[in-house]
């Protein structure tokens, strides 16, 4: 992987903490003037970090403003293979769009697609997503595990399992997982999944897992208003979006692995410990028609046992899920 | 679906056979002028039409050359569903690249992605795939059958078959199969097919079917020669390729109807009538590893079984198949 000039410099001022770093030893390690050191800077600083300048002493890193750019999800980040390969936009339509678009260019394992903002999100079944400038995390993650396709279902809940946890350790409240895909606070939608594959007809080519989180957003738009609400609105505070989406890839890397080498099973409890159906009574409404019943749990594959009024078992393997409360 | 002035043209000329239509008569049903109906006609001819044009009797159609335009395949094609929403190319890096893309912006179910050269054509594993301007057939196929992915193996044979009935009826040769995704005159190749899906996790959203075709090539570069043939040179005789698209869209229709209805089974016995393993000697070199024994025959799934030397039934999913003659 190249190293560009100012991920060098990121490096070489994280590596110091809290100290300073002279602009002339910056020049020295980079091969560069201390003017083109300046430079390096000042863009460094367009892209949110904050960094400090003092005379004689040098250069230190502050903190980083909330921006998503490659630099800030890169500076921490715990991963050894995901994000590895970012692509960042300011705007873009549709980050799994871009994403599919990579992967036909041959993209490598772990590419991160993420934006500022989505003009076109989507969810399931083509449904649009609100995805509006730096208040959330709109991201599309391309993994390409050797697998057949019909071993890609659990993607959707390893990364439920991914973001709950993530949500939990950097905002201090504890999502719900409403089987398939969606997160949920108190009852309304913070965070939705969608996976989608390109695939031989044998054998996966990518597994490609959009992330959507509302997570700085004060308001929504009327017809949300009454289903939807973000981190910041559920926990009372401003949330990191950097800092969310490194502890999403380390957890979602992890996750993988245990996946590939173990199977779904053990992760499982880890599902269902974040998991809304279990015993209560719902009905699923699927593309050939409505079941009603009570959810038993998910099997090792993921699929949504539902134990119909009739007394009949039915495997669920996708649906919009309503509770009865 | 909008009809273009051009198209509406080949369907008069079509409708009146081997009669002439007077320029007044046409400028009358398109509502144009008569210089426009001949601009047309104009157009008409550089996509490779024989128009004929007779003072005081009007137009005719006496044949079309061998370029695969929109027209080219639109004139006499018996299809409900597939073509009608055609994306032609002289020169494109591969049409599989932008079929993918085209899935990904919504296109309707049977768009056809067709090109007259490919300069970055590819087979199964991203192999490379020679596809010179002008002599064969390079073209990839949206279907959107709603299936779960498991379902999607099939295609590749489906697809085979339609390719080998319509070689044998435009051609006059019976080409073999070979399992999965390779057609052989005289034990040398003269068309593969690809099969790649976009999914969700549970659903297909696209299976795309990339098929390539040796047609009118007299000759191969060296590394080709030894394994590669052309139905022209396996028949002697130039073959009109928008005439042997159009039998293999027809084909392919109506197989897949099949398939939806009743499954792989009813399909199986005219791919067994095409196919050239079963009962042979083979080594099957899987992702996997080498596994050599005897060819059984394929699955109602499609899957090929292979009993091996040590007396074991292997199901193969996926391989390169090398027969022992």
Redesign the interface.
């Known amino acids: 992987m190249q190293i560009s000039t100012r991920e060098k410099i990121i490096e070489l001022l994280t590596e110091a903490g809290d100290g300073f770093v002279s602009g002339e030893t910056l020049a020295k390690k980079l091969n560069c003037s201390r003017a083109a050191v300046w430079k390096h800077m000042e863009e460094l600083r367009k892209e949110g970090f904050e960094l400090e300048a003092v005379r004689k002493k040098g250069y230190r890193i502050k903190g980083t403003g909330d921006k998503v750019t490659k630099n800030e999800i890169r500076y921490g980040l715990g991963t050894k293979r995901l994000a590895r390969n970012i692509h960042y936009r300011e705007t873009i339509d549709s980050t799994q769009?871009l994403a599919?678009?990579l992967v036909?260019e041959?993209c490598p394992d772990g590419t991160l697609v993420i934006a500022e903002q989505q003009t076109g999100g989507r969810g399931?079944l083509?449904r649009s997503w609100y995805s509006p400038k730096y208040t959330g995390i709109w991201m599309s993650i391309v993994l390409r595990p050797?697998l057949?396709?019909?071993m890609?279902?659990p993607?959707?809940l390893i990364a439920a399992v991914a973001v709950a946890q993530a949500i939990e350790e950097t905002a201090g409240i504890v999502p719900e997982i409403k089987w398939p895909n969606d997160l949920l606070i108190g009852g309304k939608k913070c965070a939705g999944i969608?996976?989608?594959?390109?695939?031989?007809?044998?054998?996966i080519?990518a597994v490609i897992t959009g992330i959507g989180i509302n997570v700085n957003e004060t308001d929504f738009p009327d017809p949300l208003k009454s289903i939807a609400t973000s981190l910041s609105l559920a926990s009372g505070k401003k949330v990191k979006r950097a800092l969310l989406i490194q502890r999403i890839l380390e957890k979602l890397e992890k996750y993988e692995e245990i996946y590939l080498q173990n199977g779904f099973a053990p992760l499982k409890i880890l599902w269902e410990s974040y998991a809304n159906v279990a015993g209560k009574k719902i009905t699923a409404h699927t593309?050939k028609g409505d079941i009603s019943g009570s959810a038993v749990g998910i099997t090792d594959d993921g699929v949504l046992q539902l134990e119909g009024e009739d007394g009949q078992m039915h495997a669920i393997?996708?649906a919009d899920i309503e509770i009865e409360r």
Chains 1, 2 share one sequence.
């Open positions: 769009r599919h678009q036909q041959g399931r083509r050797d057949p396709p019909q890609a279902p993607f959707t969608l996976t989608e594959l390109e695939a031989d007809t044998d054998r080519q593309l393997y996708s």
